[in-house]
């Protein structure tokens, strides 16, 4: 049984930076595509990032690129996204989640970012607020 935890949410000012991570548990993810979504009340759910197995290849949400960056580290089964010059627009819950697919542009949105439905395994979510 996967379960995937994410933490490192919290209220932040604009301008300022977060480091989400996300840990896996239950078995190897060596093989999965990690992406990061995010939710704002009232709104749809937004794919933000993804990352390949093996990390070679990653996508960003044009509303995200150039500020975040996302990685893995499969040895220990941890993803992280690391969230800089952040902007009220960026509150969210933010969820990982695992597909065992592919992170390349047939594979995203209009947007550029991951493709929520392709994903199977999601965590709970952590809340980011950005806001002075």
């Known amino acids: 049984h996967l379960q995937l935890v994410e933490s490192g949410g919290g209220l932040v000012q604009p301008g300022g930076s977060l480091r989400l991570s996300c840990a896996a548990s239950g078995f190897s993810l060596d093989n999965y595509v990690i992406g990061w979504f995010r939710q704002a009340p009232g709104k749809e759910r937004e794919g933000v990032s993804c990352i390949s197995p093996a990390g070679d290849s990653r996508n960003y949400a044009d509303s995200v690129k150039g500020r975040f960056t996302t990685a893995r580290d499969n040895a220990n089964k941890r993803f992280y996204l690391q969230m800089n010059s952040l902007k009220p627009e960026d509150t969210a819950t933010y969820y990982c989640?695992?597909?065992?697919?592919?992170?390349?542009?047939?594979?995203?949105?209009?947007?550029?970012?991951?493709?929520?439905?392709?994903?199977?395994?999601w965590g709970q979510g952590t809340q980011v607020t950005v806001s002075s």
């Open positions: 989640a695992a597909a065992f697919g592919y992170c390349d542009s047939a594979h995203t949105d209009r947007h550029g970012g991951p493709k929520a439905f392709e994903y199977d395994f």
